[in-house]
């Protein structure tokens, strides 16, 4: 089972931030916290992964809680083309360190 | 475009039958992973392959099998075909043999329906 939570679905409106919530309150202190993201069928694609430092790449930011049991992606400015499926992930060693993917977060940008 | 290719992209075929899909890592790459996803569910880890050996099985059926060759690229083999097989086969690669610990990059899938 995965180990994280996340809410089924959002909405943004395009150009606003858009900011993806995600609870691992199991997590422990050498697992890291990956986002990936599926645009309709496609491959999943990599956003950003973070150990315990807010971490920002041209894609995303990512916020983790000091207790590291929750954290939060944020895209800065929304466009339609972000809209896909938000995967929060925390690979761990029960699951011999796999990608183990839960349902994700639907995000729709709208106009 | 994440570097990783898999052939052929569709695939349909009868109940009974045998496939093969196949998947060429991004280069220097030296894991590859098979995930299978069903409609409207999350991906769900088949095996992974680390330079030739494999390190890790998942939720893989018997009928089911992959092996990567000297090359790195890796092929599996989808045997005795059943209804309930449809579905996207997504295959990724990363650096190394640690998937926990290091990105993987998706390639564009292969749809399989089993007819």
């Known amino acids: 089972d995965a180990k994280t939570t996340q809410p089924p679905s959002m909405d943004c409106a395009e150009g606003r931030a858009a900011n993806l919530p995600c609870n691992h309150s199991t997590i422990s202190g050498n697992e890291y916290v990956y986002w990936y993201r599926q645009i309709h069928s496609q491959g999943p694609q990599y956003i950003i992964h973070?150990?315990?430092?807010?971490e920002t790449n041209e894609m995303a930011s990512l916020i983790i809680t000091e207790d590291r049991k929750s954290s939060t992606l944020i895209l800065p400015h929304a466009t339609l083309r972000d809209t896909a499926v938000y995967y929060c992930?925390?690979?761990?060693?029960?699951?011999?360190?796999?990608?183990?993917w839960g349902a994700g977060t639907k995000l729709i940008i709208k106009p | 475009d994440s570097g990783v290719t898999q052939t052929p992209k569709h695939l349909i075929t009868a109940t009974g039958q045998r496939v093969t899909l196949r998947c060429s890592p991004r280069?220097?790459?030296?894991?590859v992973y098979w995930y299978q996803q069903s409609l409207d569910q999350g991906l769900q880890f088949l095996i992974q392959y680390y330079n030739g050996e494999e390190r890790a099985k998942g939720n893989i059926l018997e009928r089911f099998s992959a092996q990567q060759f000297p090359d790195l690229h890796s092929e599996l083999n989808l045997s005795s075909l059943e209804l309930g097989d449809s579905a996207l086969y997504f295959c990724?690669?990363?650096?190394?043999?640690?998937?926990?610990?290091?990105?993987?990059?998706f390639g564009p899938g292969t749809r399989l329906l089993v007819l």
């Open positions: 992930i925390v690979p761990g060693e029960d699951s011999n360190y796999q990608l183990i």
């Open positions: 973070g150990l315990k430092n807010n």
């Open positions: 280069s220097g790459d030296l894991s």
């Open positions: 990724a690669s990363s650096v190394g043999g640690r998937a926990g610990r290091e990105t993987q990059y």
